[in-house]
């Protein structure tokens, strides 16, 4: 079997009711840490720290690759504010310094008082700002920076690549699934297996994969197998590969896409042209989404099959054959945490189980 790459940064916590809805389901940029009177600028810091919010479930505080923040909060349901119940620092292999020691004081240094964060959201040219407060008055001020709808609003199917100056071509008899890099920093990508996970915006085209689980398979062809270990194993890999940025060129009339990593690998993407049934998948309405007992899926095509998988890519449910457009999945036994949907073997949807 194929060894299981997965790059994972993001880890769970508990919310409850949430109120001003343009704080969520974003990936914020750190643009400056004040805390304690200390003062740092890091909007060029090209590792960039991140922060997520999804409304009455998870709570990740990004630093860096080698500290993860996570917390509990509840939400106010008449003002924007939130108030930390718990907040706690996992670090590995980290050096101590004052910008990654500032950013975690400001979540945890309120902690035996009613420890109380404001925000406030901001819309401007290029997406939001948004601005943390604490009742000692440290701030963070965060950047979610729109992509251009020429990367988002496309699915792209991968070509070819190059990896340490060589170019491999996609194999002819395999031509792959697709890849989309949504709005909000959601992205799927696959070519005979498949990764989905999340990626934080820089303010030029750029930007950082913050998680990607990979699924486990083996092709009978080696030919595929060597180009799907390329693309995954080394193109999409590595810690280097998740606290440096990517970057993108779109070019050819918006026809083809180029991510090179930092090393100067690159993958080439076309766009691709959505057969009916692949634009009839695009439209399936997923809801409610997160749940804590069961997901239904709607506007499917006849006899659909479903497959529910877990971050580590294995599979948890399956339904075949549906007769009906729509059906549903009884998640209550799950544990807590992010799935993946698929139809007819296609990425769709991250479930989140509350």
């Known amino acids: 079997m194929k060894k299981l790459y997965i790059l994972f940064l993001g880890i769970l916590g508990i919310l409850s009711s949430a109120q001003n809805s343009l704080l969520f389901?974003?990936?914020w940029k750190i643009e400056q840490v004040n805390v304690n009177g200390s003062n740092k600028d890091i909007s060029n810091d090209q590792y960039a720290y991140f922060i997520t919010f999804h409304s009455d479930f998870l709570f990740n505080y990004i630093s860096t690759i080698c500290s993860e923040n996570l917390g509990k909060v509840n939400f106010s349901s008449s003002s924007?504010?939130?108030?930390?119940?718990?907040?706690?620092?996992?670090?590995?292999?980290?050096?101590?310094?004052?910008?990654?020691?500032?950013?975690?004081?400001?979540?945890?240094?309120?902690?035996?008082?009613?420890?109380?964060?404001?925000?406030?959201?901001e819309t401007v040219s290029y997406g939001y700002k948004l601005k943390l407060t604490n009742i000692s008055g440290d701030y963070i001020s965060y950047s979610f920076y729109t992509p251009p709808t020429d990367l988002t609003n496309?699915?792209?199917?991968i070509s070819s690549l190059k990896i340490a100056s060589?170019?491999?071509?996609?194999?002819?008899?395999?031509?792959?699934?697709?890849?989309?890099?949504?709005?909000?920093?959601?992205?799927?990508t696959s070519y005979f297996n498949a990764g989905s996970g999340s990626v934080g915006f820089y303010s030029d085209n750029r930007f950082r994969v913050l998680n990607l689980a990979i699924t486990l398979a083996d092709s009978f062809d080696q030919e595929i197998n060597n180009?799907?270990?390329?693309?995954?194993?080394?193109?999409?890999?590595?810690t280097d590969g998740r606290i440096n940025p990517y970057s993108y060129a779109i070019?050819?009339?918006?026809?083809?896409?180029?991510?090179?990593k930092y090393n100067g690998d690159t993958a080439t993407y076309t766009k691709k042209a959505l057969a009916t049934s692949e634009a009839a998948k695009s439209k399936i309405s997923v809801y409610p989404n997160p749940s804590s007992d069961v997901i239904k899926i709607e506007k499917l095509k006849p006899n659909s099959s479903l497959e529910l998988t877990d971050s580590s890519g294995k599979l948890i449910r399956t339904i075949s054959n549906i007769k009906s457009d729509k059906t549903e999945i009884n998640i209550k036994n799950l544990a807590s945490g992010i799935y993946y949907l698929k139809v007819d073997g296609q990425s769709v949807q991250k479930i989140i189980k509350k």
């Open 25 to 27: 389901n974003k990936n």
């Open 80 to 121: 924007n504010d939130f108030v930390i119940t718990e907040a706690k620092t996992s670090s590995s292999n980290c050096q101590s310094n004052e910008l990654n020691d500032n950013y975690s004081l400001f979540f945890t240094k309120n902690a035996s008082a009613n420890n109380k964060i404001s925000y406030n959201i």
């Open 154 to 157: 496309t699915v792209w199917n």
């Open 166 to 188: 060589v170019n491999y071509y996609k194999p002819t008899h395999w031509a792959g699934n697709n890849t989309t890099i949504f709005s909000n920093g959601d992205i799927i």
């Open 227 to 238: 180009f799907d270990g390329l693309y995954f194993g080394n193109f999409f890999s590595g």
């Open 251 to 260: 070019s050819n009339g918006n026809e083809t896409l180029v991510i090179t």
